[in-house]
Nanobody, 126 residues
Framework: VQLQASGGGLVQAGGFLRLSCAAS????????MGWFRRAPGKEREFVAA????????YYEDSVKGRFTISRENAKNTVYLQMNSLKPEDTAVYYC????????????????????WGQGTQVTVSS
């Protein structure tokens, strides 16, 4: 699976952005999809994940109520709608694909993802 993230940019605090991640290669619908981010000087951290059907979603606590992950399997694309952005959301955002795992908390960890996109920069100014 090849993943291509896009949609990043510079936005003021309180603004919004929509990230997209287009997949090519093997069956997109087979994979759980996730978004991660890496802020300057920090480790890559989990942001959100979505089940193969889109029926279940998972979020890191700091983005709950502000970010929404969704997917369109017919378009091989996963999205991250980011509202009420804060300066602390500034990071490079990565999309990733994981094979189904027995435990849903597995999707919070980078090591359980098999494929990664190249990242897209999100900068939120105060």
């Amino acid at each position: 699976v090849q993943l291509q993230a896009s949609g990043g940019g510079l936005v003021q605090a309180g603004g919004f952005l929509r990230l997209s991640c287009a997949a090519s290669g093997r069956a997109f619908g087979y994979y759980v999809m996730g978004w991660f981010r890496r802020a300057p000087g920090k480790e890559r951290e989990f942001v959100a994940a979505i089940s193969r059907s889109g029926g279940r979603t998972y979020y890191e606590d700091s983005v709950k109520g502000r970010f929404t992950i969704s997917r369109e399997n017919a378009k091989n694309t996963v999205y991250l709608q980011m509202n009420s952005l804060k300066p602390e959301d500034t990071a490079v955002y990565y999309c990733a694909a994981a094979q189904p795992q027995p435990r849903s908390d597995s999707y919070y960890y980078t090591g359980n993802y098999d494929y990664w996109g190249q990242g897209t920069q999100v900068t939120v100014s105060s």
